[in-house]
């Protein structure tokens, strides 16, 4: 098992940026792939970034490509997606999600973190 932790969530104008983090621990040993996803009011749950925690590999969507980066600390069990260009059509609750060596395809999910992006 493994819980993970998001925060840095908040109110950004159009065109702003935000850092999430998502720390991770328990079988962190175990970890495959860390991802983050979004839900929007209404909308089903979409993925928006996903990273190889050993060889870094990353994936986004193509709607936050060139905007959106994500990036891992091993040393510190934590994954990043640092948000540019901020549009308000990324407003969502964003969660952060682990698959872990011999389980399902994220099935670890931590609590979500609210990001609005508004004038």
């Known amino acids: 098992q493994v819980q993970l932790v998001e925060s840095g969530g908040g109110l950004v104008q159009p065109g702003g940026s935000l850092r999430l983090s998502c720390a991770a621990s328990?079988?962190?040993?175990?970890?495959?792939?860390m991802g983050w996803f979004r839900q929007a009011p209404g909308k089903e749950r979409e993925s928006v970034a996903t990273?190889?925690?050993?060889?870094?590999?990353?994936y986004y969507r193509d709607s936050v490509k060139g905007r959106f980066t994500i990036s891992r600390d091993n040393a510190k069990n934590t994954v990043y997606l640092q948000m540019n260009s901020l549009q308000p059509e990324d407003t969502a609750v964003y969660y952060c999600?682990?698959?872990?060596?011999?389980?399902?395809?994220?099935?670890?999910w931590g609590q979500g973190t609210q990001v609005t992006v508004s004038s």
């Open positions: 999600a682990a698959h872990l060596i011999g389980t399902t395809l994220f099935s670890f």
């Open positions: 328990g079988r962190t040993f175990s970890i495959v792939t």
């Open positions: 990273i190889n925690w050993s060889e870094g590999n990353t």
